[in-house]
């Protein structure tokens, strides 16, 4: 009852802070309505049940209340520690009063700061394949499905390479400006020059589009894409758990920082969902694609270790 008040009285000095604090404002009113079901349970228990019955009815109870608490989360945990575009340790007043946890000098230069629904800067679509395909290794008759596509016997028009740093339960993403995918959000990556290995690739492509370097990243993917105007892509995927060097925005990116249990899938190429999370979790995967434009046609994950 005492932090479920505590709560409240927390939630009433947010309301000065309204303007830039409103979301964190109703996520301490759906922390105190947690502690409310809690504690009216508690009471029901104690007033209606005897022991030893009553002290067996407080365990569903609090599973009751941890659902509710489960269910709300992206609600309620909405307090970070560390600057959502740098990873800087965030006063004690924005984390608790600032919805978009970002430090001073993120703040004035927001340009870059996480917003998942900036819209691409750069307009030109000369390098996008989707628009204007290779010739290299173009198909000339692409099949709605995987099952119906001749894997053993293909090329690729391209192979590139994305590359995923995690830090503090935190993933590096972009928002790309330019070439396939413009406007997604996706990881750093790119196409593999000639006489590099895909590991140097993802050491040049984080350097290159937002001043990282990947210490140690290591495969935990290869992806097969057909796109049904005849151009494909063959993509291998890194992780990487340290890195060196400031994160900046380029040209080609603007990078930030999201926490895991939030990628926003919805604003990523539609094969991410059905192959990122298992990754994530562990497992090696072989992932084949089939595309018309930027619609997923089919997909099947072939080998998983």
């Known amino acids: 009852m005492l932090i479920m008040i505590g709560v409240m009285i927390f939630n009433l000095t947010q309301r000065s802070h309204v303007e830039h604090g409103e979301g964190k404002r109703f996520a301490s009113l759906f922390t105190a309505a947690v502690l409310l079901l809690l504690y009216v349970q508690l009471v029901l228990i104690q007033r209606y049940y005897s022991a030893p019955l009553a002290n067996w009815l407080i365990l569903p109870a609090v599973v009751l209340t941890g659902v509710a608490g489960y269910l709300l989360r992206k609600k309620i945990f909405v307090f970070k520690r560390y600057c959502a575009k740098c990873n800087a340790a965030l006063p004690l007043k924005t984390t608790l009063y600032h919805d978009d946890n970002l430090c001073d000098q993120c703040r004035s230069g927001n340009s870059s700061a996480y917003s998942p629904q900036k819209p691409p800067q750069n307009s030109s679509t000369g390098d996008d394949p989707l628009v204007s395909p290779p010739e290299k290794n173009r198909i000339a008759q692409v099949p709605r499905t995987v099952e119906e596509f001749d894997?053993?016997?293909?090329?690729?028009?391209?192979?590139?390479?994305?590359?995923?740093?995690?830090?503090?339960?935190?993933?590096?993403?972009?928002?790309?400006?330019?070439?396939?995918?413009?406007?997604?959000?996706?990881?750093?990556?790119?196409?593999?020059?000639?006489?590099?290995?895909?590991?140097?690739?993802?050491?040049?492509?984080?350097?290159?589009?937002?001043?990282?370097?990947?210490?140690?990243?290591?495969?935990?993917?290869?992806?097969?894409?057909?796109?049904?105007?005849?151009?494909?892509?063959?993509?291998?995927?890194?992780?990487?758990?340290?890195?060196?060097?400031?994160?900046?925005?380029?040209?080609?990116?603007?990078?930030?920082?999201?926490?895991?249990?939030?990628?926003?899938?919805?604003?990523?190429?539609?094969?991410?969902?059905?192959?990122?999370?298992?990754?994530?979790?562990?497992?090696?995967?072989?992932?084949?694609?089939?595309?018309?434009?930027?619609?997923?046609?089919?997909?099947?994950?072939?080998?998983?270790?």
């Open 151 to 305: 894997w053993e016997a293909w090329e690729p028009s391209e192979t590139a390479v994305l590359c995923y740093i995690f830090k503090d339960e935190q993933v590096l993403l972009i928002h790309k400006k330019r070439g396939l995918g413009k406007g997604k959000v996706n990881a750093p990556g790119g196409r593999i020059d000639p006489g590099e290995t895909p590991v140097q690739t993802a050491v040049r492509e984080l350097q290159e589009e937002v001043g990282l370097t990947p210490l140690e990243p290591y495969e935990v993917a290869q992806l097969s894409f057909v796109f049904t105007n005849g151009y494909s892509l063959k993509g291998h995927v890194f992780f990487a758990h340290a890195y060196e060097g400031e994160l900046v925005e380029t040209d080609e990116a603007d990078p930030f920082w999201v926490p895991v249990a939030e990628i926003p899938y919805e604003q990523m190429w539609a094969d991410d969902a059905e192959w990122l999370p298992k990754v994530i979790g562990g497992e090696y995967v072989e992932a084949r694609f089939i595309f018309e434009d930027d619609r997923m046609l089919s997909n099947k994950i072939v080998g998983t270790q």
